[in-house]
């Protein structure tokens, strides 16, 4: 869609990118300060955890060893059922997460779960289009264009894309100049 912009010759596609970036970062922040919530309230409840039953021990003549073997194993099935809950609660909490992401990332849940924050190009077709867009731009073709469409689809920042629309402008002119530095 940004590529689709870009060739449409919208100017403030570079500005949307910005300020889409900037929302998301936050939103990503935010949900990145509740996981770590999430997390040290899963690690308290672990610690609490630990303090498990013991085997009871040898030589208690108050049980009989298949009493005392009895109640170890309902013990330790009260805690397999408990932690059961609080795993299946935590996994609950982690797809909810990961929707809120995938929404604040503008994406679906599964482009999320494998490349929340991998590289940009996720789909062979994204390649493919960019290889395609790469070849137009070297062969000397529509240049300001394909320029747009690059800095679209590698998502550069608004001052980068300026300075390469630029530099674009100035071979178009036949002012052939070596590129300034900000």
């Excluded at 409840?45 to 208690?60: F, K, T």
């Excluded at 779960?113 to 190009?121: K, N, Q, R, S, V």
């Excluded at 000397?140 to 469409?149: F, I, L, N, P, S």
């Excluded at 894309?161 to 070596?178: C, F, H, V």
């Amino acid at each position: 869609m940004l590529a689709r912009l870009a060739l449409e010759g919208k100017e403030d596609v570079a500005q949307l990118l910005k300020t889409q970036a900037e929302e998301h970062a936050r939103q990503i922040k935010q949900l990145k300060k509740q996981l770590r919530k999430d997390l040290d309230q899963a690690r308290e409840a672990v610690r609490a955890q630990q303090n498990r039953p013991q085997l009871p021990p040898d030589g208690d003549v108050s049980k009989d060893p298949a009493a005392q073997w009895i109640e170890f194993n309902r013990e330790l099935q009260a805690q397999l059922s408990q932690q059961t809950a609080e795993l299946e609660s935590m996994k609950q909490r982690e797809r909810q997460l990961k929707q809120r992401l995938a929404s604040a990332m503008g994406r679906e849940e599964e482009d999320v779960e494998a490349d929340a924050f991998g590289p940009l190009l996720t789909e062979p077709t994204e390649t493919e289009y960019l290889k395609k867009v790469m070849f137009e731009y070297m062969m000397g073709r529509e240049t300001k264009t394909m320029a747009k469409v690059i800095a679209a689809i590698l998502k550069f920042p608004a001052e980068q894309t300026r300075q390469i629309l630029e530099q674009e402008e100035t071979k178009a002119t036949g002012w052939l100049s070596p590129l300034t530095s900000p």
